[in-house]
């Protein structure tokens, strides 16, 4: 499996670095890396991840990173699995996910 990240996805990844940033800039960048690396698990185990509950959709899933949810969608047909958004727990997630395709 290939992992390709959205622009919707790095976008919402970089204003959370830019939000942690403001306190500290290193462990802004420590927390990306940690983020990015996370997803590598999902190279051998893309199904690793649990059904977002929201909308229980069996190819879009999600990994919890700390308070942070990163979702994303498999795509056997494509042998890709694409980094859909980072949302926060706090965040509420859009009624319907149309926007994750």
């Known amino acids: 499996m290939e992992i390709v990240w959205t622009n919707q996805a790095l976008h919402k990844l970089n204003k959370f ?3 942690i940033a403001k306190d500290d800039v290193a462990t802004a960048e420590k927390w990306a890396l940690k983020v990015i690396k996370k997803t590598d698990q999902l190279i051998e185990q893309p199904e690793s991840g649990r059904i977002v509950p ?6 879009l899933r999600e990994l919890i ?3 942070y949810r990163v979702i ?3 795509r056997k047909e494509d042998n890709t699995i694409y980094i859909q958004t980072v949302w926060h ?3 509420n997630p859009p009624k319907s996910s149309a926007g994750l395709r």
């Not at 929201?54 to 190819?59: H, I, L």
């Open 17 to 19: 670095v830019d939000y």
């Open 54 to 59: 929201e909308y229980n959709e069996p190819t």
């Open 65 to 67: 990173f700390g308070n």
């Open 72 to 74: 994303y969608r498999i």
């Open 89 to 91: 727990v706090r965040q």
